[in-house]
């Protein structure tokens, strides 16, 4: 079969603006090169500004995980100004998080991913699609998956309010600052936070997670497409400890067959195939600069690409579960010893190649739902009512930090640099930019790049796997 080369433009159901181009040979992808289009040019907004300014302008960054880059912003100057977040800050802060979370995971699988697998009626959402869709569920199945799609709307809603309780309003929270957070959770509040929350847990334990084993189990070919990189990360996200060195899901980074320690400084951007001028390509975040050129010869994304100790690596669920080598919830045991026929408690005992593939990382993802529902269940008893929340500061003359957390689809750093009590550089390295980046300066694919390489495309005009598995990344 000769060679056919393929664009999705826009690529749909994801938050941002993707292009894809693949090249199809013998009905598999043998080349793939991902654009990112917009430019948004933070760094150069938050220059010069106050600050505390940042925890809200950077969550203009993504409407689907602004709490996380609050949190990393806030991390940062928590960081540079040396400031101790008190014990129900942490936790208050972890509620928050916690709630957008899950909203998320669901809202990924379910009004993103999910009409790849699941057939609705002739209507929108579920239309336009492709003529041939590769909609296999059986019939039962697949209105479970339909009914399970308009409950999951309502299940959203109430997430979304368990963020506004304690932050304020979601999108785009105000609870969230340097120093903790401005709410103190009264008994009130409290009370109102664990009903919703017993729902949304609720969904997750006994409709979330047995669809996605359930959609896994006819789609088993997808556990053998999309593996991609051989290295993955998690930067730590919900601090368990009050001096924020143990996390829920723990820093630490997975390359070459072994862990290793996360080291923040470590990382950093190449820039050849990104419209930006190359003079800072190849630096860590202290010494990065944004500043695009829209001319430059090759480049071909306004995404950077980030790299760790020179490495390419994944980010997101799956690398985070992975890192943390998480125990598998009941009903993943459950399913996959009955419906795959698998012994396995833990997410590695799953192997690399299954984690790590199109539908592994949806498992992954539901697995962590849970994990995170469980941790937020204990949240909600360790909170004290009305307990101090937030820690007074001094902005110094000059100072710098890091603040690394991971927003629900992947690991994400900020880095602030003050002088004269004004930002003098603000660096962002979002979670997308590493799983969607292009090619580094050695000419190495990004993440889903590489992810995209063998995936199946037998009908050229009906690319349904392409986008399958740019969709479980969650750009």
């Known amino acids: 079969m000769a060679k056919a080369t393929i664009a999705i433009d826009p690529v749909t159901r994801i938050e941002g603006h993707l292009k894809a181009q693949v090249v199809v040979e013998n009905g598999k992808v043998v080349d793939a090169h991902l654009t990112g289009g917009m430019f948004r040019g933070f760094e150069q907004i938050l220059k010069g500004r106050d600050p505390r300014d940042s925890t809200q302008i950077v969550q203009r960054i993504c409407g689907v995980c602004p709490t996380s880059h609050a949190m990393a912003s806030a991390l940062a100057q928590e960081d540079a100004f040396n400031i101790k977040v008190t014990g129900n800050g942490r936790i208050t802060r972890n509620l928050i998080l916690g709630a957008n979370y899950l909203q998320s995971h669901i809202l990924h699988f379910y009004h993103l991913a999910a009409l790849d697998f699941v057939a609705g009626p002739d209507t929108a959402p579920f239309v ?3 003529a041939q869709p590769d909609l296999r569920l059986p019939p039962e199945a697949n209105k479970v998956g339909v009914d399970q799609y308009l409950e999951a709307l309502e299940v959203r809603r109430i997430a979304h309010e368990m963020v ?10 105000q609870g969230i600052v340097p120093g903790g957070a401005t709410e103190m959770p009264t008994k009130e509040a409290l009370l109102e936070y664990a009903a919703r929350f017993k729902k949304v847990r609720q969904f997750i334990v006994e409709k979330y997670l047995p669809i996605t084993y359930i959609v896994g189990s006819v789609y088993k070919d997808l556990f053998e497409q999309g593996q991609g990189v051989h290295g993955c990360s998690c930067f730590g996200v919900f601090p368990m400890t009050d001096d924020g060195k143990t996390h829920l899901l723990k820093a630490g980074v997975f390359l070459n067959g072994r862990d290793v320690e996360f080291d923040p400084k470590k990382i950093t951007e190449d820039l050849k195939y990104a419209w930006y001028d ?3 390509t190849g630096k860590g975040a202290a010494g990065a600069e944004t500043s695009p050129d829209l001319d430059k010869k090759d480049a071909y994304s306004f995404v950077k690409a980030p790299r760790y100790d020179g490495e390419v690596i994944e980010v997101g669920p799956a690398a985070r579960m992975w890192v943390a080598n998480a125990p598998l919830s009941e009903v993943g045991v459950k399913m996959l010893k009955e419906k795959f026929g698998i012994e ?17 990382r949806h498992v992954a993802r539901a697995e962590e739902a849970l994990l995170i529902a469980n941790a937020v269940e204990g949240w909600l008893k360790e909170v004290k009512p009305d307990g101090e929340t937030f820690t007074p500061f001094e902005i110094p003359q000059s100072a710098e930090g890091y603040g690394c957390s991971e927003a629900p689809r992947g690991s994400l750093v900020h880095y602030i640099r003050v002088k004269d009590q004004k930002i003098d550089s603000y660096q962002i390295i979002s979670a997308t930019l590493w799983n969607c980046s292009p090619r580094d300066d050695k000419g190495r694919r990004g993440p889903l790049e590489e992810a995209l390489i063998g995936v199946q495309v037998p009908d050229i005009n009906n690319p349904v796997n392409v986008g399958r598995t740019i969709r479980a990344f969650d750009p």
């Open 128 to 130: 336009p699609r492709f």
């Open 278 to 280: 190359d003079a800072t």
């Open 344 to 360: 396995a408690r833990t997410i590695r005992d799953l192997g690399w190649d299954k984690v790590f593939s199109i539908m592994g």
């Open 164 to 173: 506004a309780l304690f932050g304020g309003r979601m999108p785009h929270v």
